[in-house]
C-alpha cells in the first residue's frame, strides 16, 4: 500500500502562498465548482482551458506541484483502465478498420480520463492548501443560516472534520506498518502485481490498526474528550478581504466564460 503515499486527496501541506492565505469559504465555493464545471465540459476545448486554470491555480499554491504530479501518477492504472474501456466498448467509428477498436471510444475515454484526472487536481488542491480545521469553520460558517431552522450545523462541520482527517490517519497507519513489517528499507514493489500482492499482506494488519484506533477514539468521546484536539490546531481567522472576493468573482467569471462562451 506504498501507492497511499502518493494520494493528495485530504492531505494538507503548509504554506504561504497565495492560495493558502485566500479565505477557506472562497475556496470550499470555487474549487468544487470548478470540479463541477469539468464534468460539465462537453468539448476537448473546454477541457483544455480547464486544464490551463487548473495549472494557474496549482501555480498560485506554490508547492503543491509535485505532490500532485505524484498522485496523478498513482491513478495511472485507473485511467488506462477508463480508457481501454471506452476503447474496446464503446460504439462509433472504428479505428484502423478494426471493428473492435473504437476510435469514438478513444476520443470519449480520453475526455473522461481529462475529467477524472483535473478533477483530482482541483479537489486536492483544496485539501492541500487549506487545513482541516479552517474547512471544517469555512463549512459551518457558510451554513451558519440553517442554524435558524433547528439543523445541527455545528454536528456536521464536526463529521466534516473527521472525515478529512481520515485519508491522513489511514496513510499514516499505512506507512507505519509497512515500516513495521520491514517494507520501508527494501525498494517499492515493481509492476502492478507485485503492488498488489504487497497491498494483500497489508490489508488485513491494516483493518485492525483502523479498528483499534476508532476503538481509542469512541473511549475518549465517551469520556468527554477531544481525540483530535492536537490535530485540530490553530484555525486562521475568518475575513473576507478584497482579494477573496476578486479571486470568486475572477474564479465564477473564468468557470462561466469557459463553459458558455467556448465550443
Known sequence: MSFLADIPLGRFEPGDSPLHRLD????????????????????????????LLAFGVAWLGKGPGRVLWRGAWALRHLLLFTLLLHLFLSPGRTL????????????????????????????????????????????????????????????????LFLVLRFIPILREEALALREKEGRGTEPRSRGFWGRAREARLLLGPLLAALVARA??????????????GEARGAASPLGLRKVDLLALVAGAACLILILGGMP
Not at 465548482?33 to 460539465?40: N, P, S
Not at 477524472?116 to 451554513?143: G, H, I, K, N, Y
Open 96 to 159: 484502423f478498420g478494426l471493428q473492435w477498436l473504437s476510435l469514438d471510444g478513444l476520443l470519449q475515454g480520453g475526455m473522461v480520463c481529462g475529467q477524472l484526472l483535473l478533477a483530482v487536481v482541483f479537489s486536492s488542491l483544496l485539501t492541500l492548501t487549506s487545513s482541516p480545521e479552517d474547512l471544517a469553520r469555512a463549512f459551518q460558517s457558510l451554513l451558519s443560516p440553517l442554524r435558524r431552522l433547528g439543523l445541527p450545523v455545528g454536528e456536521w462541520s464536526g463529521l
Open 215 to 228: 476503538d481509542a477514539m469512541a473511549r475518549l468521546l465517551a469520556r468527554g474528550e477531544d481525540p483530535l
Open 24 to 51: 477557506p469559504r472562497v475556496k470550499l465555493l470555487l474549487l468544487p465548482a470548478l470540479v463541477m464545471g469539468v464534468f460539465a465540459a462537453r468539448s476537448p476545448g473546454q477541457l483544455t482551458a480547464l486544464a
